[in-house]
C-alpha cells in the first residue's frame, strides 16, 4: 500500500484501503490480523478506486475511480452488504458522507457540493447545491478534510 493513498477507517473498527496495485480494496482490522478482500480486482476492470471513506455502520466507502491515469475520475459507492457498485458521479474526485444526511463531494473544477444522501438505499436523494469553491486538487489527491466534531 502507498502511502499517498487515504484509508477509510469504518465503525466496525476494520480498515479498507486500495491493494498495491491500485485495482481493488482490502480489509483489515484495526488491532492487526489477516487482510481481506473487500473488492476484488477485477471488479473494477482496470480502473483505479482511491481515496476510500466510510459510511455509517460499516455498510460500505465512497470511493474515487481513476481512469485513464487518473485524466477522468468520478465517486462511487460500493456497498459491502451485497457487493454492488454504483457510479453517483462523473468528473467528481473525493466525497463524504456526514451526520446531517448529505454526500458531499469534490467537483473536478474544486467547486464543493452537497446533496442528500439516502443512507438506506445507498442513493442520490435530491439536487446538489454549491457550498465551496477552489478547493486545491492535485492529480487526484483532494486537499480537503472534515471530521465530525467539525
Same mark, same amino acid.
Given at each position: 500500500?502507498?502511502?499517498?493513498?487515504? *484509508?477509510?477507517?469504518?465503525?466496525?473498527?476494520?480498515?479498507?484501503?486500495?491493494?498495491?496495485?491500485?485495482?481493488?480494496?482490502?480489509?483489515?482490522?484495526?488491532?492487526?490480523?489477516?487482510?481481506?478482500?473487500?473488492?476484488?480486482?477485477? *471488479?473494477?476492470?482496470?480502473?483505479?478506486?482511491?481515496?476510500?471513506?466510510?459510511?455509517?455502520?460499516?455498510?460500505?466507502?465512497?470511493?474515487?475511480?481513476?481512469?485513464?491515469?487518473?485524466?477522468?475520475?468520478?465517486?462511487?459507492? *460500493?456497498?459491502?452488504?451485497?457487493?454492488?457498485?454504483?457510479?453517483?458521479?462523473?468528473?467528481?474526485?473525493?466525497?463524504?458522507?456526514?451526520?446531517?444526511?448529505?454526500?458531499?463531494?469534490?467537483?473536478?473544477?474544486?467547486?464543493?457540493?452537497?446533496?442528500?444522501?439516502?443512507?438506506?438505499?445507498?442513493?442520490?436523494?435530491?439536487?446538489?447545491?454549491?457550498?465551496?469553491?477552489?478547493?486545491?486538487?492535485?492529480?487526484?489527491?483532494?486537499?480537503?478534510?472534515?471530521?465530525?466534531?467539525?
Amino acid at each position: 500500500m502507498s502511502a499517498t493513498y487515504s *484509508i477509510a477507517w469504518l465503525d466496525d473498527n476494520t480498515l479498507v484501503y486500495p491493494n498495491e496495485h491500485l485495482l481493488g480494496l482490502r480489509r483489515v482490522s484495526a488491532s492487526g490480523g489477516a487482510v481481506t478482500v473487500a473488492l476484488a480486482d477485477s *471488479i473494477f476492470k482496470g480502473l483505479a478506486p482511491l481515496s476510500p471513506t466510510p459510511l455509517p455502520d460499516s455498510r460500505g466507502v465512497l470511493v474515487q475511480v481513476c481512469a485513464s491515469d487518473c485524466v477522468t475520475t468520478s465517486l462511487w459507492v *460500493i456497498d459491502f452488504k451485497t457487493g454492488k457498485r454504483t457510479r453517483l458521479f462523473d468528473n467528481a474526485g473525493a466525497g463524504w458522507y456526514l451526520p446531517t444526511g448529505h454526500l458531499v463531494y469534490v467537483q473536478g473544477d474544486g467547486g464543493v457540493v452537497a446533496t442528500p444522501f439516502d443512507l438506506s438505499k445507498l442513493a442520490v436523494a435530491g439536487p446538489a447545491v454549491p457550498v465551496l469553491q477552489g478547493v486545491a486538487q492535485t492529480h487526484f489527491r483532494t486537499e480537503l478534510a472534515w471530521s465530525r466534531t467539525g
